[in-house]
């Protein structure tokens, strides 16, 4: 891999810039009611720095420097994404910002858990083991994962807002002796290598400009013979960026979920091997033949509901649900309540949510393809 240009980590600014836009939401315990208390000032701020990859740059007339700037903009562009759509997915989704596998009725939470579980199964997880969590979010993957399997995690992530939320959820939980959240970019880790006796990433390395650049970190992190385990975030080889269709697809996932280039299968299969691993496993877990698809939640299909307490997420995801929504959230923004961008944003995590359906019945898009790696013991 040719060495490729970094951003320069400022942790004083996205401090600074934390502060101003989400105050003390972070104890906020109602992820609605946060929402509604950013700072409109910041809010605009981070709206205009991360639309600006997006707004009037259609699929169709994208060029090669269109995603070159993306990629070069890596750490701001998902900084500000979850910035902005943090307290959206926890309050339309969950706690873990993941897709899963479904038994058939099985309840969402329970699904969701269970994704995570087989992760750490696979990668031979037990008590005592010291493992870093890649791209943590809010820290429901972490929570989960440390009581599964008696592991103490430390979570990585660029975001300060989603680190004061994760901690703050370890802590409510009573597990802040076993979690610990840090600021950092896993283009360029900090910390020693040979660490971690395992490491993990869950839909979060999709973010990387280069898979290569991500998995190299990573293998540098773990201990001689530590394992490292990751749901991908893939294009699958049918696709074809020539056909327009398909260009839009991923193009509205990439926008709608702070992507700045997402990469075919085969690609990070090169990838992960280029790092240094021994691939010990790989398979794509979207084509495994569940009745009920992955997607199921955000088409809004209510045929294949697990429990009557999924009941809101899945009306949330609705073409009824979303324009309630769109409409609801505009209002606030009209009478000053919500800041403005809001609705906005919402609108992209709309737009993802129907590509991300697309992609999955079509067959170009994978949220899920599992490798497990090993770094050599000697």
């Known amino acids: 891999m040719s060495p490729m240009s970094l ?6 600014r996205d401090a600074a810039f934390n502060k101003a836009l989400h105050g003390k939401t972070a104890a906020e315990r109602n992820s609605f009611m946060a929402m509604l208390k950013k700072d409109p000032m910041a809010q605009k701020a981070a709206v ?27 750490a701001t562009l998902t900084r500000h994404y979850y910035n902005l759509a943090t307290d959206l997915y926890e309050y339309g989704w969950s706690q873990s910002f993941h897709f899963c596998r479904f038994a058939p009725r099985e309840p969402f939470h329970q699904a969701i858990a269970r994704h995570e579980h087989y992760l750490a199964h696979m990668m031979g997880m037990r008590d005592g083991m010291k493992v870093l969590d890649v791209g943590c979010g809010v820290g429901g993957p972490a929570r989960e ?48 290598e040979n660490t971690f006796d395992a490491v993990y990433a869950i839909e979060a390395t999709v973010h990387a400009p280069s898979l290569e650049g991500v998995y190299s970190q990573i293998f540098k992190s773990l201990k001689p013979g530590g394992v490292f385990g990751v749901y991908e975030w893939l294009m699958c080889e049918k696709y074809d960026n020539e056909n327009p269709k398909h260009r839009e697809i991923r193009l509205g996932i990439e926008q709608g979920d702070g992507i700045s280039n997402m990469v075919k299968v085969s690609e990070g299969l090169a990838a992960i091997k280029a790092a240094g691993f021994e691939l010990e496993f790989h ?14 939640p955000l088409a809004g299909d209510f045929t294949h509901m697990g429990s009557i307490g999924d009941f809101f997420t899945i009306l949330r995801m609705t073409k009824i649900g979303r324009g309630i929504v ?15 961008g809001t609705q906005k944003t919402a609108d992209s995590l709309a737009l993802a949510a129907d590509c991300l359906v697309a992609g999955g019945k079509e067959g170009l898009f994978t949220p899920m393809y599992m490798m497990i790696a090993r770094k050599p013991a000697a």
């Not at 951003?7 to 004083?12: R, T």
């Not at 769109?326 to 403005?340: C, D, N, Q, W």
């Open 7 to 12: 951003e320069h980590e400022d942790h004083v």
């Open 145 to 192: 994962i440390a009581k599964f399997a008696g592991v103490d995690i430390t979570g990585l992530n660029n975001n300060d807002y989603q680190i004061e939320r994760a901690t703050a959820y370890a802590a409510k939980e009573g597990l802040a002796d076993r979690l610990h959240f840090v600021k950092g970019d896993f283009m360029q880790m900090s910390f020693p």
């Open 326 to 340: 769109h409409r609801f959230v505009g209002a606030l923004e009209t009478v000053s309540i919500a800041p403005r």
């Open 283 to 296: 398979e794509d877990l979207a084509t495994r033949p569940d009745p009920t698809p992955w997607y199921y």
């Open 48 to 74: 205009d720095e991360y639309f600006r990859h997006w707004d009037n740059k259609a699929a169709s007339a994208e060029t090669q420097q269109d995603r070159d700037d993306r990629k070069a903009q890596y």
